[in-house]
């Protein structure tokens, strides 16, 4: 009956060794899965944030730009105030200086 209970007592233990390493391989792989899925969300949210400094950057340029347009806008606009003689100016068939449909063009673009 000794040698029966110690038999049944070390394939218990046999059991118990084996449920144990299972146990630590399961919770090895779920924390090497957290560790990728983490990487993998920090590489997205690098990605979402290079974008947006991106596009930030695309839009300051726009805007630069259209302050560099406006401000020559208003210059020449001055200029052919200050160059009018009174006669109306100005070829009829072109309202619009090149500079000011680019501007036109812009600003319903950038609207």
Do not use: I, W
């Amino acid at each position: 009956h000794y040698r029966f209970c110690k038999e049944r007592l070390n394939k218990a233990r046999v059991v118990l060794v084996n449920a144990e390493q299972t146990e630590r391989t399961a919770q090895e792989r779920l924390e090497q899965q957290k560790r990728e899925v983490e990487r993998r969300l920090a590489a997205e949210k690098a990605e979402r944030e290079e974008a947006e400094r991106k596009r930030l950057e695309e839009k300051e340029a726009l805007e630069q730009r259209q302050r560099v347009l406006d401000e020559k806008l208003q210059q020449e606009l001055v200029q052919k105030d200050q160059n009018e003689d009174g006669s109306g100016g100005g070829d009829p068939d072109m309202p619009y200086s090149q500079e000011e449909s680019v501007l036109r063009s812009t600003k319903r673009r950038v609207s």
